[in-house]
């Protein structure tokens, strides 16, 4: 299965045909007007929602493809974006299949009708919280009265760290001896084997 695939390719796929861009026919032109004619036709307007998949009898149009690729969760839409075309293959085999189970009735099945009452209401469920979630705003001093009456609550930690200055490194302090690279890692071996042992990580 392409990585761009979204769709439930694991069924048998029918043959689905080739699958081609759908390219609109260059128009006719148009039959040469008398010498005497002023009047010019006017062009004809392009297709504002073209066939941009066939496959057999089937034809997707633009706007069913770009809806089809609006409705992939956005943290998945980027794969698709950059192979549109596994996109319309998996989509065209899904398509097919569903149209060939329509014709066989497969949609009356009782286990396919719960099925699709039960995602039919997820998908009611969620445009639900999506709409609940955009008309939620907390303002900035809500959030900071809430921390400063639960302060308590929120865990602090606090660290402390050991700088042991080797030659030419950037925590040298100026009249204090640069240790060479052996004795800087002489000394942090020491220091460990100190707390380690429990000793106290502030006296050292």
Known sequence: MKKTSLMLTALALVAAGAIAQDKAAAPKPA??????????????PADADPVVITAGTMKI???????AIE?????????????K???????????LLAA???KNGL???????????MMRDNLVANAQISAIDKTIIVPDSAITQYYDQHKDSFEQVKARHILIAFKGSRAAQP????????EA???AEELRAKLVAGGDFAAT
């Open 61 to 67: 149009h633009k706007s069913e493809f770009e809806a």
């Open 31 to 44: 039959p040469a007007k008398p010498a005497t004619a002023t009047a010019t036709a006017a062009a004809a």
């Open 107 to 117: 949609d009356k099945k009782p286990e396919v009708v719960n099925q699709l009452a």
């Open 175 to 182: 009249g204090k001896k640069e240790l060479t690279d052996a």
């Open 85 to 95: 075309r596994a996109f319309a293959e998996d989509y065209i085999r899904m398509r």
């Open 185 to 187: 890692k002489a000394k």
């Open 100 to 102: 060939e189970g329509t």
């Open 71 to 83: 409705s992939i969760p956005e943290q998945y839409r980027a794969n698709v974006m950059a192979d």
